[in-house]
């Protein structure tokens, strides 16, 4: 299969902050999509009736238009990666109802012209969200305090987390002895982290204790499932979201945590493909949850619209708070119709962990604050074992630490442990 564009920007050494999407000027959007491209050059076919019109529609495309098509029902015993499919031109995505092609563009236009029961819209370029100054030299574990996961009796024991990045620094020693099940589908990349974004996240998430016994974990006995599904330099195609999503899903995972995004500009609705997946996630009993975006800049009157696929109606975006429980400057607002706030978490200064050897690292942005929000949806799962994704939800909303903010910032307020 055709690899998706992903723009220059080449891995670099991160210094300690983290990297996202930005929804800029429509006027700056022109001259960035080289290095920051918005669609990765392939295309999602939507079926509107959903999987139902799976084994008709492969059929068009093979008779039709000679299109060489792969299905994820073709891996049973093992994760789909695109690697496995070099030769497709197309996969479908059997649970969605949808297809990743890769075609020339000149197959494309027919596609596009076709009367036919599908919908054509460009796969995205998927990023971790822009940098973030931090204060490196404060080791700081207020976020555990400040959602009251050191007073709670539960630890996520027994509730399976998983965590799409990255990937994860297997070897860390923080995480010796613990249920890791990890799978990367970035095509020819290992799912070790030689970023670091998905080893911080995962630890806010699952993480326990670290040197002199501070602890920077919210449910720090879950078990955790890393899938890969960003680059080494920190972005990835839309389609490998899917690939992690439904894997998450089919792996019994209770939680799952995105801390990625792609631009969304005033008015813009959220995306079907990504609403889709989360619905077929929901069916499976897993509850999502992302990062609302780092985009704003609230102290020069600067608000951005909640980032995808945060802003879906069946995800659960989060904020970020400081220390003072104060929105973070760059916590992006729920300015569309469709892209609420749901729940704001630390996001300012959270130390965790770090691919060796540097261990730790403290970082700032709503990809810190999504992964409280998914631990303490590990520990509700352990208190509700037989509760469902909506259950659970309602809980998390109903708990809620009331803060003084508007919610269009921090939707119910901030997430509180059992």
């Known amino acids: 299969m055709k690899p998706p564009v992903l723009g220059k920007k080449l891995l670099r050494d991160y210094p300690a902050a983290e990297s996202s999407s930005g929804v800029l000027p429509r006027e700056a959007l022109a001259n960035d999509t080289e ?18 019109d799976v084994v008709k529609t492969t059929k068009l495309l093979e008779t039709k238009w000679g299109f060489l098509v792969a299905n994820t029902a073709d891996f049973v015993s093992e994760p789909m990666c695109e690697s496995r499919i070099k030769d497709a031109d197309a996969l479908f995505y059997n649970e969605l109802g949808i297809a990743l092609v890769a075609v020339d563009d000149d197959k494309m236009k027919l596609l596009h012209t076709a009367q036919a029961d599908y919908v054509v819209e460009p796969e995205k370029v998927v990023y971790i969200p822009d940098d973030v100054p931090v204060d490196t030299a404060v080791n700081s574990t207020w976020g555990i305090r400040a959602v009251k996961a050191h007073e ?78 960003l680059n080494n330099g920190g972005r990835g195609a839309q389609a490998w979201i899917l690939d992690g999503m439904t894997w998450a899903a089919n792996n019994g995972c209770r939680v799952l945590s995105m801390s990625l995004g792609s631009k969304v500009l005033p008015g813009q609705s959220y995306d079907i493909a990504y609403e889709r997946a989360a619905q077929f996630a929901l069916s499976k009993g897993t509850l999502i949850v992302a990062a609302a975006g780092n985009d704003s800049k609230r102290s020069e009157n600067q608000f951005s619209p909640v980032s995808s696929p945060a802003d879906c109606p069946s995800i659960l975006a989060v904020g970020a708070v400081n220390s003072t429980l104060q929105v973070a400057d760059f916590s992006n607002r729920a300015l569309n119709e469709s892209g609420l706030v749901d729940l704001a978490a630390p996001g300012v200064g959270i130390y965790s962990s770090w691919p060796m050897p540097a261990r730790y690292r403290t970082l700032s942005g709503t990809s810190m604050a999504t992964p409280h929000v998914a631990g303490v949806v590990a520990l509700l799962c352990e208190k509700f074992p037989d ?32």
């Open 35 to 52: 290095e920051n491209p918005l669609y990765t050059g392939r295309y999602l076919l939507i079926l509107r009736d959903g999987n139902k």
């Open 152 to 229: 709670s009796a539960y630890t996520g024991a027994g509730i399976k987390v998983a965590v799409l990045d990255t990937g994860f620094d297997m070897k860390h020693p923080d995480f010796k002895g613990r249920s890791l099940t990890a799978f990367s589908f970035v095509p020819d990349e290992a799912v070790d982290d030689l970023h670091g974004h998905g080893t911080h996240c995962i630890g806010i998430v699952c993480g326990s204790s670290g040197l002199r016994d501070m602890r920077y974990g919210v449910a720090p006995e879950a078990q955790i499932y890393a899938g890969k599904v």
């Open 387 to 418: 509760a469902t994704p909506a259950m659970i939800g309602q809980e998390l909303i109903r708990t809620a630490g009331r803060l003084s903010s508007p919610a269009v910032d921090i939707g119910a307020g901030i997430s509180l442990a059992p």
